[in-house]
């Protein structure tokens, strides 16, 4: 997929986003408890398959870690010129 750095940030953004999201369906809505009044018996009934959940995660983590990749890899090979004077700027007052 080819965009701009702009873009992908933004994608970056939202995957972060849903990354959270999904580790919160991992962590916290992965059972369902019943409890089943008269007999004190609680039941334990997955609602979402864990592996396919932590295998999308995985999937956003490598996303984002290739688009982090490749935007310090364009960083690296951009230069900019701008006027200024770093070492004036960081002296001392006089």
Do not use: W
Not at 43 to 67: C, G, H, Q, R, S
């Amino acid at each position: 997929m080819q965009d701009t750095i702009s873009s992908f940030l933004s994608m970056q953004n939202a995957l972060n986003t849903r990354c959270s999201q999904l580790n919160d369906v991992k962590n916290f809505c992965t059972s369902r408890t019943h409890t089943i009044f008269g007999e004190q018996k609680t039941t334990v009934e997955p609602m979402y398959d864990i592996k396919a959940v932590d295998k999308k995660i995985i999937e956003i983590n490598k996303a984002l870690f290739n688009i982090d990749k490749r935007i310090k890899e364009s960083n690296a090979k951009t230069t900019i010129d701008i006027d200024l004077n770093f070492d004036k700027l960081m002296s001392e007052i006089e």
